[in-house]
């Protein structure tokens, strides 16, 4: 039997990802491995020798291993997959007050939206109730993946 990955890490993952690095779950392991992107393009461009250190040994190998054998990783969804800016806007309409929903639906548009949104949450006292949210959320992004992909999985954040 394969080990599970526990939701708790994978969505943590999810959630702190860089657009710098690219996640992996190793699917026999259950082992989550990132992986600068530059990295993954210079090793497949074969610009990296397999003596060269790059930032360990260890990384290296499990870079290079992703590449040969991709077949025992899937890519963790990335923050492009995931679309924060749609669950915001789905919590916004949960928000019980209009008042709330106005205020909130009044910061999300433009550029900064990310940042005022979070200062919103923050002067309504609604930030845990967000957090919360966002929480279940990716739980259920990360459910839908380790499913589809035949991913065993601890149910770790009940």
């Known amino acids: 039997m394969k080990n599970a990955i ?8 999810m ?3 860089s657009e710098d690095d690219k996640s992996f779950i190793n699917r026999e392991t259950g082992k ?5 992107t530059s990295i993954l393009r210079r090793i497949e461009e074969e610009e990296i020798e397999a003596e060269t250190n790059v930032g360990g040994e260890s990384l290296y190998i499990e870079a290079l291993d992703i590449i040969e054998n991709d ?9 492009w997959d995931i679309n924060e800016y749609e669950m915001m806007e789905d919590f916004i309409s949960s928000m019980e007050s209009p008042k709330v929903r106005d205020r909130l639906y009044g910061v999300i548009k433009g550029k900064g939206a ?8 923050i002067k309504l006292d609604v930030e845990q109730q967000w957090y919360l949210y966002k929480d279940q959320r990716l739980k259920e992004i990360a459910i839908k993946f380790c499913e589809m992909y035949d991913i065993n999985y601890i149910d770790d954040m009940k």
């Not at 989550?32 to 600068?36: A, G, L, N």
């Not at 077949?71 to 923050?79: A, D, L, R």
């Open 15 to 17: 959630d702190t990802q």
């Open 32 to 36: 989550i491995i990132i992986i600068e």
């Open 114 to 121: 990310f940042r005022r949104f979070k200062d919103m949450i």
């Open 71 to 79: 077949e025992k990783y899937e890519v963790i969804p990335s923050q």
């Open 6 to 13: 526990s939701l708790r890490e994978l969505v943590e993952e």
